[in-house]
C-alpha cells in the first residue's frame, strides 16, 4: 500500500526523522493558511498524487509570498500531472502538501528496502540524489552504496556511520546522519514497511540534515496489524480494477495492454504474460485468481478483465490442481450470461487452455455452451499464439 508524501513525513516524524515543517491542503483557503501558519521565506507548495517525478512535471512551485500560494495552489489543484510514472493519463492533484522551504546545500539519496535474495533489508545511499536514481543504477551503479542489515541485530551504529562516510557527508554533520539512518530504519520495521525512500535527503547551508522528500510503501499483509496506517489509503489514488479485485480476493495488476489473461498460480501468470509477449502481444493484466475458484469468482474475474473496454481478447490458461478444471468452465459460461444480453457470446474473442483437474468435464462444458467466440487451446503455446493473432485482426 501506498501513502501520499505529507502522510509518510507524519509518520517519520513520530520516529524521530528530521522533516520541514508544513501540512496538507484540500483547498485553495486552506494551502494559503498554512502557509500563513508557517511563515516562512519561501513557502513549497507540492502537488500529493501516487508518483515520482512530480518536480520535472511542474507539481512542485517556490511560492515568496501568499499571494504565489494562492496562485500555485489555484493551478495545482485539480490539475492532471502527467509524469515518468503516471503514464500518459496521468493523475488529477486532489490534494497539496505546503510547508517550508530549506536552504539546500547538496542532495543525497537513502532508502530501506527489503531484499529477497539476501533474506534481510539493505540500506542504500548515494551521493546523486534529487535525480531518478534508478537510472543512477543504470549509468553509474558504483555510486550506489549499500549495507545488509542483519534482522536480528537491525542497523548498527558503525554501518550507519560506514555509509555516511561513503556518500561523502561532512565530518561535521556524520552522527546528524547516522541518527536520522537509525530512526528511518526503525520506522521501516515498525511500520512493517516494503520501502522507506528519501530522495532527496538534504544538507542545508546550517548543516541540519532533513528528509525533503519521503516515500513510505506497506507490506500489505500486515496492515492488520496497522490499522493507523490502513486509515491512510487513498483509493483515489489506486487502480479501480485492481482495488476491485483485492477486495473479492483476486490478485490483479493493470499492465496497460490490450490481451487480458486469466491464469491460476503466480508463477504460471508470470510465465502468460511472458508468452504473449513471445507471439507479439501486449498483456493487458496479470490475474491470477487463486487455488479456490468457483464459477462466482471466474465470472467476477471476466467482468474485471472487460471492464472499461481496455481488453481486446482475453487468454485463460488454467492448470487445475486444487482449481478444477469444470469449475472455470462454468465460470466462464456463468460470465457470458451476466455480461451478454442473450448469454450467447462475450465482447471479445476468448481463448481457453485447460489441463488438470476434471479437465474432459470442463472442455464438455464449453464445447456444449452456446457461447459462439470462445476457442479450445491443446497447449499453452498455441493458445497464447492464437488470441494474439486474434485481437490483431480485429484492431
Known sequence: MNIHEYQSKAILRGYGVNVPDGGAAFTVDEAVKQAQTLGADVTVVKAQIHAGGRGKAGGVKLARNLNEVRQYAEELLGKTLVTHQTGPEGKVVKRLLIEAGSNIKKEYYLSFVGDRKGACVVMMGSEEGGVEIEKVAAETPEKIFKEYIDPAIGLAPFQATRMAYKMNFPKEVIRKVTK????????????????????????TEENDIIALDAKLNFDDSALYRHPDVESLRDETEEDSKELHAAKLGLNYVNLGGNVACMVNGAGLAMATVDILKHFGGEPANFLDVGGDSTPEKIAEAFKIMLDGGQAKGIFVNIFGGINKCDLVAQGIVDAAKIISPDGKSLPVPVVVRLEGTNVERGREILKESPIANVIMAETMEGGAEKIVQLVKQGA
Open 180 to 203: 536520522l539512518m537509525i530512526n528511518l530504519h526503525r520506522a521501516f520495521v515498525k511500520k512493517d514497511c516494503s520501502l522507506a525512500e528519501i530522495n532527496p535527503l538534504v544538507l
